[in-house]
């Protein structure tokens, strides 16, 4: 598996609209995204620090893994996602190290990519995803 940088910090949010003017008004960093997953029941803004993204996540219906969440949890931190060079053969690896898959197959995320998440139960309670872009 060849991790290549750290692609985003998804953080989740209650208030798109309210978080993003934090980030703005506050950090100065500027939204250059935003953008509604319809299949993970999120909207999405995205800001760049350096390299790394962050991706504050609404969630678009209380039942979604976002709106399940914040329920649960609370705002915050949701997952790091790390981008790999080759999602299915990451996932396979992930998986005959013992790693439990939330995902078995990559499936399509925010900005187009490809994704698959690892169950926080095996990954020391920190929810990880793995992020491709798309092969043409």
Known sequence: ???????????????LDEA????ENVLGLKCYA?????????KTAFFKVGQTKIELLES??????????IEKKGQGIHHIAFHV???PNALKEAEEKGIQ?????PKKGAENLDIAFLHPKS?????TEFCENPKN
């Open 85 to 87: 060079d080759d999602l």
């Open 34 to 42: 935003v953008e509604e997953v319809h299949e993970q029941k999120v």
């Open 123 to 127: 990954t020391f309670g920190v929810l």
């Open 20 to 23: 993003i003017k934090y980030y």
């Open 60 to 69: 678009t219906d209380p039942e979604g893994p976002i709106g399940k969440y």
């Open 101 to 105: 898959l939330i995902n078995n197959e």
């Open 1 to 15: 598996m060849n991790l290549t940088h750290i692609e985003h910090i998804g953080i989740a949010v209650k208030n």
